[in-house]
T-cell receptor
Framework: SQQGEEDPQALSIQEGENATMNCSYKTSINNLQWYRQNSGRGLVHLILIRSNEREKHSGRLRVTLDTSKKSSSLLITASRAADTASYFC?????????????FGTGTRLLVSP | NAGVTQTPKFQVLKTGQSMTLQCAQD?????MSWYRQDPGMGLRLIHYSVGAGITDQGEVPNGYNVSRSTTEDFPLRLLSAAPSQTSVYFC????????????FGPGTRLTVL
């Protein structure tokens, strides 16, 4: 079963606007990661946030994590047409017997010029 | 570094045929994994390996076999292809298992007729 669920499923904005995507998960985690996938390509790692962190920045990306609500958000500021892609969150589990990363269903972002 | 490479890029099989999807990485990563990606379902873990000689099942292992004889290579075998295995397959690797950034290959698009 999917650990993470992204919301919204699709998002359409204009260049220069901000894009916010949300991820909810079910069980306690060590880390949460965000990935980007351009059409027809493999996934590219964007940012990793650990369970004891609440916010992390990388360039135009801002990720927050609320472990009490089991949710995370990815904010892309001043979006560009090149940000058009699908975005996925991925979580591990606190069960140290496993080494499994579980991906959500993704948010499709379309940034129009 | 070539990173994570996958071959072939595209493959068409008939029901019942077998084949091996190749995955190789040159980053000396101990953790490697295989995912399949289907429309609307995100990525689902098929099998993973935490080092040479050690493999384990993911969420959807039925119909697939793996082995890990070297650090570099992690082939995925389809024993008797079925139309339900039509999908895009991604291989990934990382240093430090699921607790670090995953590096993805470009994917193999498989169609089973």
């Amino acid at each position: 079963s999917q650990q993470g669920e992204e919301d919204p499923q699709a998002l359409s904005i204009q260049e220069g606007e901000n894009a916010t995507m949300n991820c909810s998960y079910k069980t306690s985690i060590n880390n949460l990661q965000w990935y980007r996938q351009n059409s027809g390509r493999g996934l590219v790692h964007l940012i990793l946030i650990r369970s004891n962190e609440r916010e992390k920045h990388s360039g135009r990306l801002r990720v927050t994590l609320d472990t009490s609500k089991k949710s995370s958000s990815l904010l892309i500021t001043a979006s560009r047409a090149a940000d058009t892609a699908s975005y996925f969150c991925a979580t591990d589990t606190m069960n140290t017997g496993f080494q499994k990363l579980v991906f959500g269903t993704g948010t499709r972002l379309l940034v129009s010029p | 570094n070539a990173g994570v490479t996958q071959t072939p890029k595209f493959q068409v099989l008939k029901t019942g045929q077998s084949m091996t999807l190749q995955c190789a990485q040159d980053m000396n990563h101990e953790y490697m994994s295989w995912y399949r990606q289907d429309p609307g379902m995100g990525l689902r873990l098929i099998h993973y390996s935490v080092g040479a000689g050690i493999t384990d099942q993911g969420e959807v292992p039925n119909g697939y076999n793996v082995s890990r004889s070297t650090t570099e290579d992690f082939p995925l075998r389809l024993l008797s292809a079925a139309p339900s295995q039509t999908s895009v397959y991604f291989c990934a690797s990382s240093k430090g298992g699921v607790y670090n950034e995953q590096f993805f290959g470009p994917g193999t698009r498989l169609t089973v007729l």
